[in-house]
């Protein structure tokens, strides 16, 4: 089971050789490990007062897609898909807890990140 950043960490690089793209295991609280070109790069959570977790795995994953239209890098994809997951977690409801761009913007000044 890879269920720490340090296990991914050491198995994705391999797979994501291996099969010649990027890999990405999303690990909750302890945030998300992203691999490709034989390197993998540890993404921490945001750590935020969550309420509910269900549906942060989606919300990580059309932010990542969302991120990759946009023109950003994997890596600066995956740290946008983190900012839409601790949205997410701070609501109840899979598809109310959404995350709008206007609201990861305001958690990320809440936090100081520009």
């Not at 296990?7 to 291996?18: D, E, F, S, T, Y």
């Not at 601790?86 to 609201?103: D, F, W």
């Not at 958690?107 to 990140?113: A, D, F």
């Amino acid at each position: 089971a890879v269920d720490s950043p340090e296990k991914a960490m050491a198995l994705l690089p391999g797979l994501a050789g291996r099969y010649g793209n990027c890999w990405i295991c999303t690990l909750g609280e302890h945030g998300a490990v992203i691999a490709q070109k034989g390197q993998a790069v540890h993404i921490p959570a945001v750590q935020t007062d969550a309420v509910e977790t269900t549906g942060a795995g989606h919300s990580f994953v059309g932010g990542f897609a969302y991120g990759i239209l946009q023109g950003m890098t994997e890596e600066d994809a995956a740290r946008f898909a983190a900012w839409c997951s601790a949205v997410t977690i701070r609501s109840v409801g899979a598809q109310e807890s959404m995350p709008t761009l206007q609201e990861i913007n305001r958690l990320k000044n809440e936090y100081g990140v520009l």
